[in-house]
């Protein structure tokens, strides 16, 4: 399994990828900084400068540490398990992901992907 390292502060997260398109496409734009902004106390979001390969999927359940591509253009890390009716493209999902939440917090904050020496 393909992987890439999310930098929160001075917490990394390693992220094991699904074998797909969108994480493909995820890959080469790495390395980026990118600022993740809050929706619903559960989740960050950022809207990418391009759209990425979609294949949407009723997913039911999101689980913490789950990254994901809502339509073709707007890339979430949720940091809550929860139930949902709407559709993503599953694109990884941080392995370890204890304190995401408190790494996170609230309100907007600064993400760097970027590929790990295990890709």
Do not use: W
Request: with cysteine.
């Amino acid at each position: 399994m393909k992987q890439i390292k999310i930098q929160v502060g001075d917490v990394a997260y390693t992220v094991g990828l699904y074998e797909n398109d969108t994480a493909q496409a995820l890959t080469q734009l790495l390395p980026m900084q990118i600022d993740m902004q809050e929706l619903n106390g559960n989740e960050k979001y950022r809207y990418l400068s391009r759209p990425l390969p979609a294949n949407e999927q009723n997913v039911s359940a999101i689980h913490t540490g789950d990254l994901m591509l809502f339509g073709k253009d707007c890339l979430v890390l949720f940091y809550e398990d929860f139930s949902t009716p709407y559709r993503y493209t599953k694109i990884g999902y941080i392995q370890n992901p204890e304190g995401l939440a408190k790494a996170l917090g609230n309100g907007t904050i600064k993400v760097v992907f970027q590929a790990s020496a295990q890709s």
